[in-house]
């Protein structure tokens, strides 16, 4: 689908909405971290990311994790070494493609691992085809957490979520616009973020966007 002036100028003038405080909230990935990334990603599927309840919500788990396991949490030799019992310790017993998401995990670990990947700078080092295709090629992870996946290793980018989908929904709506697919709701939100230069890059935008979106629970 084409991208129109109307639809964009839509999002831009939702994005005045949102408190100027949002842009510069967005608390940072694992840049150097490859393992923690890549946990947190799987498990971010149809989960509560944040939670005000200890122990709960998966950013909570995943600063447990990382307490508990330093020496995986840039290592994914040593992540497919844990095995897959003790990351559903930590992370829980969540699911995506009917299958544990740590168990997800470690499938793609050992993907990456299978061509010489075990480090951020190693991965940084692959060329973007390939790194899509191991992650994208386990049951259960997509190309959306995927990309979520290299935000949190440093990548600028989108996540198109449920959060980010709904807000250009309601700003197209607003402007009694239809609504779009994930691919256009992507591409409006890089266009937004180019048009109006708010947040540090890509990331700190779309993280400004879905935090307006999203409310911390106990769940």
């Given at each position: 689908m084409t991208l129109t002036s109307a639809q964009l100028d839509a999002v831009i003038a939702a994005?005045?909405?949102?408190?100027?405080?949002?842009?510069?909230?967005?608390?940072?990935?694992?840049?150097?971290?490859?393992?923690?990334?890549?946990?947190?990603?799987?498990?971010?599927?149809?989960?509560?990311?944040?939670?005000?309840?200890p122990g709960r919500g998966v950013r909570n788990r995943v600063q447990a994790f990382r307490s508990a396991n330093p020496g995986v949490i840039n290592d994914l030799s040593a992540l497919v070494e844990l095995g897959t019992e003790r990351v559903a310790q930590i992370m829980g017993q969540g699911k995506t493609g009917r299958r544990l998401k740590a168990g997800a995990v470690l499938e793609a670990a050992a993907g990456y691992v299978a061509i010489g990947v075990n480090s951020a700078d190693d991965f940084h080092g692959l060329d973007s085809v390939t790194a899509k295709r191991i992650y994208t090629g386990v049951q259960g992870l997509g190309y959306v957490t995927f990309e979520y996946f290299t935000m949190l290793l440093g990548i600028p980018g989108v996540k198109v979520d449920v959060m980010i989908k709904r807000f250009i929904t309601e700003a197209l709506s607003t402007a009694g616009l239809e609504s779009v697919n994930e691919q256009t709701v992507r591409q409006l939100v890089v266009e937004a973020h180019g048009a109006t230069g708010l947040g540090e890059d890509l990331t700190y935008f779309e993280h400004a966007i879905w935090l307006s979106q999203s409310r911390p629970s106990d769940d």
């Open positions: 994005t005045r909405h949102i408190p100027e405080a949002n842009f510069t909230a967005y608390r940072g990935g694992y840049p150097q971290e490859i393992s923690t990334a890549l946990i947190d990603a799987v498990f971010s599927i149809r989960a509560q990311y944040d939670s005000a309840t």
